[in-house]
Each structure stands twice: as C-alpha cells, then as structure tokens.
C-alpha cells in the first residue's frame, strides 16, 4: 500500500468520524503528517471516490473538506432522518393540525409571534402548506399528507368548541370560576 493510498484512508476516517468539514491544516493536525502530505491524501480520496459507485462524495466547501452523502441520496435523508423539531415548533404544528385549516393571523393570536419563526420551518420541512387566504390579508394553514405519514395519524379528532355554559361549568369544578 503506497503512502498516499495509507494517508487517504486515514483522512477518509477522519472525515467520517468528526462528520463536518475541516480544514486542510485540521486534517494534517488528526492524521499527524505535513499538510503538502494531507493535500495529497485528499487528492487521492477525492480522486477514489470519484472514479467508483458510491454514495459519498468528498467535497470541498467554504469551511472545509467533507465527506457527505451524494446529492442524489438527499430525498433519503428526508425520509429515513428523523426531523428534529424544537418544542414550540412542534406546539405550533400541533395547533396547526387541530385546527387545519387555519389563518396564520388566528394561529398568532393563538400561539404568539413564534409563529413567524415556526411557520417557515414547518413549511420547509413539508408538514404545512401555506397560501395566500382570497378572504384576508393573512395565510391559510394546513398540514399536509407528510405529517400524517410521518407521525403515523391516519385522523385528526374533532374538536367540538365548548359552549359558554360548558367553560364555566368547567371553572367552577376546578374553584377558579366566580361562583
């Protein structure tokens, strides 16, 4: 096995275990050569990823070199990684959901200005479509077919608005109420 062929397979590993772009310095630092060496055990790795069938490419980015999933994979990340979903996000597809459809502007009074930063990640992830309301000025919500078939909901309850009577008849039962 030449040296380059040896170095090339230690920065390969290297890639993979650290999973973000590094320098060409952080690369020669983890592999514990010069960085004219690392240069060329990157060349190499490029060059063997590019010339078989794989999956993973070594890339060079703004920030550095990566090992990375092939563009042509991407729509597999979408569906085989789970989305990682803040707390108030996930409240606000929640109200979304058990609402849909609802106005964006109903949705803020509802949740509060949070929604701006929700929505669009919601949306980009493909669990609510947005359009334009021809009734208002605001956004018509609704979750799409991906938020079913991800969170495995085949159908979303009623809700059944309590009457005024109801609410506080509630009130009163919890000691909160006037009465």
């Not at 060349?43 to 999956?55: P, V």
């Not at 979408?78 to 609402?99: D, F, Y």
């Not at 949705?107 to 493909?126: D, N, T």
């Not at 000025?137 to 109801?166: A, G, M, N, W």
Request: proline residues 4%.
């Amino acid at each position: 096995m030449s040296k380059n062929i040896a170095i090339a397979i230690k920065i390969e590993a290297i890639l993979y275990l650290k999973g973000k772009p590094l320098s060409v310095s952080e690369i020669a630092e983890y592999a514990g050569c010069d960085r004219h060496t690392a240069e060329e055990g990157i060349i190499e790795l490029m060059d063997n990823y590019a010339r078989r069938d794989s999956a993973l490419e070594v890339v060079e980015t703004a920030n550095g070199y990566s090992l990375q999933l092939r563009s042509d994979f991407h729509d597999l990340v979408q569906t085989l990684i789970p989305v990682e979903l803040g707390v108030g996000a996930l409240r606000t597809l929640a109200a979304i959901a058990l609402n849909s459809p609802i106005l964006q502007s109903e949705l803020i009074e509802l949740r509060g200005s949070g929604v701006y930063q929700h929505v669009p990640e919601l949306v980009e992830l493909g669990f609510v479509r947005k359009r334009r309301d021809n009734e208002s000025r605001s956004y018509s919500l609704q979750v799409t077919p991906k938020f079913h078939q991800y969170f495995q909901i085949d159908q979303l309850p009623e809700i059944i608005p309590k009457t005024d009577k109801e609410q506080q008849l509630e009130l009163e039962l919890d000691g909160t109420g006037d009465g």
